[in-house]
């Protein structure tokens, strides 16, 4: 579970003072899948820094699985986040100079995982992305797609119980967007991974069981309606 209670975000001083989180409060139950959800500037991406420890707030509580998290200092949070959470971007954010299997390797050397214990893990998170044959790969050599799955096989790799992702299909064309999608929603229901998605696409976010609607730093509306799939139409 991820409790926020009473966020307010406000980046640079004085005169370029600007608030871009206001009085969020929110919920996220264990297994959820979230969307936020908003135009550009609207305040998605502080929300996600914050909810994950990247970001403090000036006021407010972050409480993931129990642990305030803004009570640790930030050698305890990155130890946290490197525990419980993966994170995948919309740039990607891969290191080209490096095969996939180093790629996916760096999380596990963060949370200190023991080195005898790393190759089958590594290994296995690149089979759930279907790309186990390119282990050895650089990755400056991966197509747009294929970067994001690598992605996503590092953000998986250390068996995260939450998954961030801001604008994971923003830099891809719409068929491998889907495929991206299906990883994550195929994550979040075989896995029980909570999946928090920032996103301005209102058909990826019709698949979430929560969107949170975000404006002006302010939480609009928390919607958990089921929507109705359209026959015929995707999803
Ligand atoms: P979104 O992800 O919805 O596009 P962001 O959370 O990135 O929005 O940004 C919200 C607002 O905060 C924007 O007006 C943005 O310009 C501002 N902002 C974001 N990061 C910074 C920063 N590091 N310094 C100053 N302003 C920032
Ligand atoms: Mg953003």
Not at 47 to 59: A, E, N
Not at 187 to 197: E, M
């Amino acid at each position: 579970m991820i409790t926020l209670r009473g966020i307010s975000k406000t980046y640079g001083k004085k005169k370029q003072r600007f608030q871009a989180l206001k009085d969020i409060n929110l919920e996220i139950p264990d297994g959820a899948s979230v969307a936020i959800i908003g135009k550009s500037g609207s305040g998605k991406s502080t929300l996600m820094h914050v909810m994950s420890g990247l970001d403090r707030p000036q006021t407010g509580e972050v409480i993931v699985d129990g642990q305030d998290i803004l009570k640790l200092n930030t050698k305890a949070v990155d130890r946290f986040r490197s525990e419980k959470m993966g994170f995948i971007f919309q740039a990607f954010f891969v290191q080209g100079n490096e095969s996939s299997f180093h790629n996916v390797a760096l999380p596990l050397e963060i949370a200190k995982v023991p080195r005898s214990k790393r190759k089958a893990m590594i290994i296995e998170a690149l089979e759930r992305v279907e790309m186990p044959e390119k282990v050895t790969e650089y990755a400056r050599n991966l197509s747009g797609g294929q970067k994001q799955r690598l992605a996503i096989a590092r953000a998986i790799v250390a068996k995260p119980s939450i998954l961030f992702a801001d604008e994971p299909t923003g830099n891809l064309d719409s068929a491998t967007g889907e495929r991206i999608e299906k990883l994550l929603f195929d994550l979040n229901k075989q896995q029980g991974v909570t999946l928090v998605i920032v996103t301005h696409d209102h058909d990826l976010a019709s698949r979430c069981d929560i969107r949170v609607n975000i404006k002006d730093g302010v939480i609009q509306s928390v919607d958990t309606a089921k929507r109705p799939k359209a026959k015929g139409g995707k999803s």
